[in-house]
T-cell receptor, first 115, second 112 residues
């Protein structure tokens, strides 16, 4: 079984540019989460999809961030325009069900550097 | 004030020793507690979950939860150099188990 796949693994862009990160969850996983780790800080929740619906987007920093999950399969996270403080590692995670004994699988992350 | 706190370490133990990792969390209606292991440049991997007070053992790992003290710990027995990694404590509140609040992580080094 393939794991959670994220790409690109690294992205270096200039301030003001647009970047789109992609996450392919494990097949059959309805729950998809985005997290972010800014250097020196803890991993923080951004949002949660159940299939194609946004269940919780309380962690999204501002309206420069747009997440989509069309068709309930893969998800994209677009940052437009990117700012310096957006640099960090963006993780995607998925699970089949949203309950305590359901394991959450993480991708390896996208390292985003905004110069 | 942070909601989940860990000592960032680094924690260094000799091979074969017990590594003890600690985590405290803020006073909210907490549901579930998790320990993730993350090797450098890799994805966080769930190694233990615990939901009720007491101890839970899985192989060389034991998670301990004390809700009254708002404290959760992870013990690694017979530590191996391959256990060297960052250990992340995570807590979920409310009804969404996948919405996790993480601590900063503790770097563990097991030296031969």
């Amino acid at each position: 079984e393939a794991g959670v796949t994220q790409f690109p693994s690294h992205s270096v862009i200039e301030k003001g540019q647009t970047v789109t990160l992609r996450c392919d969850p494990i097949s059959g996983h309805d729950n998809l989460y985005w997290y972010r780790r800014v250097m020196g800080k803890e991993i923080k929740f951004l949002l949660h999809f159940v299939k194609e619906s946004k269940q919780d987007e309380s962690g999204m920093p501002n309206n420069r961030f747009l997440a989509e999950r069309t068709g309930g399969t893969y998800s994209t996270l677009k940052v437009q325009p990117a700012e310096l403080e957006d640099s960090g590692v963006y993780f995607c995670a998925s699970s089949r069900l949203d309950r305590g004994n359901e394991k959450l699988f993480f991708g390896s992350g996208t390292q985003l550097s905004v110069l | 004030q942070k909601e989940v706190e860990q000592n960032s370490g680094p924690l260094s133990v000799p091979e074969g020793a017990i590594a003890s990792l600690n985590c405290t969390y803020s006073d909210r209606v907490s549901q579930s507690f998790f320990w993730y292991r993350q090797y450098s440049g890799k994805s966080p991997e769930l190694i233990m979950s615990i939901y009720s007070n007491g101890d839970k053992e899985d192989g060389r790992f034991t998670a301990q939860l004390n809700k009254a003290s708002q404290y959760v710990s992870l013990l690694i027995r017979d530590s191996q150099p391959s256990d060297s990694a960052t250990y992340l404590c995570a807590v979920s509140w409310g009804t969404s188990y996948g919405k996790l609040t993480f601590g900063q992580g503790t770097i563990l080094t097991v030296h031969p």
